[in-house]
């Protein structure tokens, strides 16, 4: 089987702008002004509870997963991967990247919420193993209502033989 085209690795200060500019163009197109701009990634990025990861393609940003890591659950805060990019396995390499260092902290579930209208973004989640969890009514700036899905973690122990 050939390696993947793209590498997943922890993000670094070069990638804040490509990050910023994903999240504007491809998770908050329609909402007013600009949250996820680069200074609040790289607030992120520095945070200690806070993993942002990169699926890297010829040393770009193709994708990212910005993920909150607490005592009993992980939530999946921001995640997109360039439409170019998409359907070739990325986003759920790094799912389960994500979900594989929960498990390792002794997490108990990942959260993550999407615009309720959102379908393909459900369908992901669904397969993944997430469930819908809450409706929540305006979420999205008192413009959109979202979809809140869970996924609970574990992992069968193997007993000794």
């Given amino acids: ?7 997943l690795r922890l993000a670094d200060n070069g990638d804040i702008q490509d990050i ?9 197109v329609g909402l007013r002004g600009w949250t996820w701009h ?3 990634v ?7 509870e806070t993993c942002v990861l990169v699926a890297d393609i010829g040393g770009r940003a193709a994708g990212f997963a910005i993920t909150e890591f607490g005592d ?3 939530h999946l805060s921001l995640f997109a991967v360039k439409p170019a ?5 990325i986003g759920v ?29 459900r ?14 009514s305006g979420y999205y700036q008192n413009i959109e209502p979202a979809i809140r899905m869970r996924r609970d973690l574990h992992r069968l122990a193997t007993l000794p033989e």
């Fill in 1 to 7: 089987m050939p390696a993947a085209p793209y590498r």
């Fill in 20 to 28: 910023a500019v994903m999240s504007r163009c491809l998770i908050e």
């Fill in 38 to 40: 680069p200074t609040r």
């Fill in 42 to 48: 790289a607030r992120a990025l520095r945070a200690r």
């Fill in 72 to 74: 009993t659950r992980a």
């Fill in 85 to 89: 990019h998409q359907r070739r396995g």
């Fill in 93 to 121: 390499a790094m799912i389960e990247w994500l979900v594989e260092s929960a498990l390792t902290a002794g997490i108990g579930h990942f959260t993550v919420e999407m615009r309720a209208n959102n379908f393909a973004a």
């Fill in 123 to 136: 369908s992901f989640y669904e397969a993944l193993g997430f469930q819908q969890q809450q409706y929540i």
